[in-house]
């Protein structure tokens, strides 16, 4: 294949089957699930890491969580996005430069929808998050989750990238200093929202092999059932996890 599911074109496929500008299973489902712990004020300043063609960072300024940025080192998404929701600040950077590049005011919120998996240096991350927040701010990571020793199953390829280690990231959060961790399990919401996503690519069939490829609309399809097989086999896991700037 020619892309992957976590470049422009993958993102465009699925906004067109999701119905929405979303790279993360869920939609304004998951959005509204990981927004329940947060306040909404108009003087929050809000982070979307990863935020990929805006939809989940023009969710929430939408229904009034404050101040919304997001960040992707995806320029074509960005563009896209800056043109699609004017009234977000978007801005073409990668994490690993969080804190020498923004010079701006701390944030009170950080939301990552599946994307701490695409990171290559995960407790890097994490600190390059926290040199950005001030003390008592609110991290939210939604994303996929497994043990140590589990073996990405083979037909996820490298899609599906460096899930969340379980056993390491109570301790990465410690050491960038990130504090009161919880999390959810979401995994049987997971392999519901695939279901929903294989059957939209089945209607969307035709546009997608139209716009992309009939190869394209094959990948898609053979991917996220393989993806929600591994879900429901325990291989992979669904997530969220929240935790506060010491």
């Known amino acids: 294949m020619n892309f992957r599911m976590n470049s422009a074109t993958g993102k465009a496929i699925l906004a067109k089957a999701r119905g929405g500008d979303f790279a993360?299973?869920?939609?304004?489902?998951?959005?509204?699930?990981?927004?329940?712990g947060l306040k909404?004020?108009?003087?929050?300043?809000?982070?979307?890491?990863?935020?990929?063609?805006?939809?989940?960072?023009?969710?929430?300024?939408?229904?009034?969580?404050g101040r919304?940025?997001?960040?992707?080192?995806?320029?074509?998404?960005?563009?896209?996005?800056q043109t699609a929701y004017p009234d977000v600040t978007f801005c073409t950077l990668d994490v690993a430069?969080?804190?020498?590049?923004?010079?701006?005011?701390?944030?009170?919120?950080?939301?990552?929808?599946?994307s701490f998996y695409a990171f290559r240096d995960q407790p890097g991350a994490l600190r390059e998050i926290r040199n950005v927040c001030h003390s008592g701010s609110v991290l939210n990571i939604f994303d996929y989750s497994t043990s140590i020793g589990s073996v990405i199953p083979a037909a996820l390829g490298t899609e599906i990238g460096q899930p969340i280690v379980i056993e390491n990231i109570a301790s990465w959060l410690a050491a960038a200093g990130w504090v009161n961790?919880?999390?959810?399990?979401?995994?049987?919401?997971?392999?519901?929202?695939y279901g929903a996503l294989l059957a939209a690519f089945e209607r969307d069939r035709v546009w997608i092999t139209e716009n992309f490829g009939l190869r394209s609309a094959e990948f898609v399809t053979h991917f996220y059932s393989s993806l929600?097989?591994?879900l429901i086999a325990g291989?992979?896991?669904?997530?969220?996890l929240r935790a506060i700037a010491d």
């Open 24 to 36: 993360h299973p869920g939609e304004e489902e998951a959005v509204q699930l990981v927004a329940l």
């Open 40 to 65: 909404r004020s108009p003087h929050n300043r809000v982070l979307d890491v990863g935020c990929g063609r805006g939809g989940t960072a023009a969710w929430l300024q939408r229904n009034n969580f």
């Open 68 to 81: 919304i940025f997001g960040i992707d080192v995806d320029s074509e998404s960005i563009q896209y996005a």
């Open 97 to 114: 430069e969080l804190k020498n590049r923004w010079n701006s005011e701390a944030f009170d919120v950080v939301c990552l929808f599946n």
């Open 181 to 193: 961790v919880t999390s959810e399990d979401l995994t049987e919401r997971f392999v519901f929202w």
């Open 228 to 230: 929600r097989e591994s």
């Open 235 to 240: 291989d992979i896991r669904g997530m969220v």
